[in-house]
């Protein structure tokens, strides 16, 4: 079977967050896990449903029995078969009703207008509120389209191209483009409706351990509906307001001052998380700049190290082998100096004595002289022997 085009969101993000965990959270709710069909859920809608409201009337200030269901639909994810089913369902109107919520918050809202306009002009009564109020089909379904509100909880918005696709066709059929006010009032806090819980905390703790509104059982053991004290009196709540006791109001005044001072003191710590995380930005900012300036100093300085102790090393080398060349020759020059101070003695010796080799040729030839003999070394002059 064909599915209905959605607007793509999963079911536990089509309701307000706080309407969306009441319900899951209720005992009604987990009572329905027991339906399993479709005609079950229709059924159960018939016998139990008596507004269409998403939060109870009265001082249980929990999920409504219509919404339950819903959230059911959601979970069941209906055809467009189903869907015809329920819109042109003839045993209660409020099993209508609850179909053309479905589609509000399930379909695409570029199909609201195809699958609402035969049910424009519908003259079935019904009253939509825990008030009895009484409209028809056709202007609930108006109001479906057309606000943004219903009953103090939001709907999913409808793009401002495809309203004035709708605001255009309902001009054409001479029908009102402005709601009624059958849904409640288009705004936050309306005071003909069932009054939604005033903070997640106040919801959550009367959701667990309630049931239904049309269990027996609902009046006696709810936590926050307790029978009056005894001597209470109910006119009480229509005397003057001077005649009643002033310490009432000393304590309104009380609370109102202490809630408004911790609102103060709320928004200063705000304001002091801001300028800490601010400084947190601005020092960590400041040392990412000092990071990199120390790091590229230092990198500036290791590459002049680096060339400084290069040059140092060529420096170094250049004066070895100049030192070098310099002593190569000092040597060179020690030595021929010294070879001609040889030479030159060598000259002198022999011009003084003549030639050795001589005069040892000549002494071969002549008499032979006794070796024991004493023997004359003429070594400097006729004086020495």
């Known amino acids: 079977m064909a599915e209905i085009q959605t607007n793509g969101r999963s079911y536990e ?21 027991g339906l399993k069909t479709y005609h079950e859920v229709i059924d159960e809608i018939y016998n139990q449903v008596s507004h269409v409201e998403p939060w109870m009337g009265g001082n249980c200030r929990g999920p409504s029995t219509a919404y339950c269901l819903l959230y059911k639909f959601f979970t069941m994810k209906l055809t467009v078969k189903q869907m015809h089913g329920l819109l042109k369902h003839t045993d209660s109107p409020y099993i209508r009703a609850v179909g053309f919520l479905y589609l509000r918050y399930v379909a695409d809202a570029k199909t609201l207008w195809t699958w609402y306009e035969p049910y424009i002009k519908d003259d079935e009564e019904f009253a939509p509120g825990s008030n009895g109020r009484v409209t028809t089909m056709g202007v609930y379904v108006r109001d479906l389209l057309l606000g943004l509100y219903y009953f103090d909880t939001l709907f999913p918005r409808i793009p401002v191209p495809v309203m004035r696709q709708i605001v255009s066709n309902l001009e054409k059929m001479n029908l009102p483009t402005k709601p009624s006010g059958s849904t409640g009032d288009m705004s936050r806090g309306s005071e003909d409706t069932a009054r939604r819980p005033p903070s997640v905390k106040a919801s959550l703790s009367v959701s667990f351990g309630q049931r239904a509104p049309h269990r027996a059982s609902t009046r006696g053991s709810s936590p926050v509906r307790r029978p009056p004290p005894s001597g209470y ?12 006791s002033p310490r009432r109001s000393q304590s309104r005044d009380y609370y109102s001052d202490r809630d408004s001072d911790r609102l103060r003191e709320r928004e200063r710590e705000r304001e ?81 004595y003549g030639d050795a080799s001589n005069q040892k040729g000549d002494e071969g030839y002549g008499t032979r002289r006794d070796s024991s003999s004493e023997e004359v070394i003429k070594l400097g002059g006729s004086s020495w022997r």
């Not at 009196?233 to 009643?244: F, G, S, V």
């Not at 040059?311 to 250049?318: A, I, L, M, Q």
């Open 13 to 33: 993000s089509l309701l307000e967050k706080v309407l969306s965990m009441n319900i899951v959270s209720s005992d009604y709710f987990k009572e329905l896990y």
């Open 233 to 244: 009196d109910r006119n009480e709540r229509d005397e003057p307001q001077q005649r009643r």
């Open 272 to 352: 002091r998380d801001r300028y800490r995380e601010r400084e947190r930005e601005r020092d960590y900012g400041n040392d990412r700049r000092s990071r990199r300036d120390y790091e590229s100093r230092s990198r500036r300085s290791d590459y002049e190290d680096d060339r400084s102790r290069r040059d140092d090393r060529r420096s170094r080398s250049r004066s070895r082998s100049r030192s070098r060349s310099v002593q190569m020759e000092r040597d060179h020059g020690n030595k021929e100096k010294a070879a001609a101070t040889v030479n030159s003695n060598l000259a002198k010796l022999k011009d003084l």
